[in-house]
């Protein structure tokens, strides 16, 4: 059974930063895509950032480039999202996820487009302000 847990999140001031981190078990998949993804509450979900764990290829929503940085520990089973310079749109639900994907759906999952395929946590909450 896969599980994944978020943590980290919480109340941040603007231009501050936080790390949120999501354990994950029972998803050992070194060809899948592990992300973070968030919603605010009457918005549509939105992938934020993503990481293939395969390789170090990345994905970065244009909203959180340069700004966010997705990395994971194997070791740890953990993947991270350092989140900095944050915006009062920053707030919102942000829910770890993680999936084996076939090619025609990876742009569209990375993106927040496919919240019914593969695993996700229950989420954390941030909130900028």
């Known amino acids: 059974e896969v599980q994944l847990v978020e943590s980290g999140g919480g109340s941040v001031q603007v231009g501050g930063s936080v790390t949120l981190s999501c354990e994950a078990s029972?998803?050992?998949?070194?060809?899948?895509?592990m992300g973070w993804h968030r919603q605010d509450p009457g918005k549509r979900l939105e992938g934020v950032a993503a990481?293939?764990?395969?390789?170090?290829?990345?994905y970065y929503a244009d909203s959180v480039k340069g700004r966010f940085i997705v990395s994971g520990d194997n070791a740890k089973n953990t993947l991270y999202l350092q989140m900095n310079s944050l915006k009062t749109e920053d707030s919102a639900m942000y829910y770890c996820?993680?999936?084996?994907?076939?090619?025609?759906?990876?742009?569209?999952?990375?993106?927040?487009?496919?919240?019914?395929?593969?695993?996700w946590g229950q989420g954390t909450q941030v909130t900028v302000s």
């Open positions: 990481i293939y764990t395969g390789g170090v290829n990345t």
């Open positions: 029972g998803y050992t998949s070194t060809s899948g895509f």
């Open positions: 996820a993680a999936a084996n994907l076939l090619p025609y759906e990876e742009v569209n999952w990375v993106r927040g487009g496919a919240p019914d395929i593969g695993y």
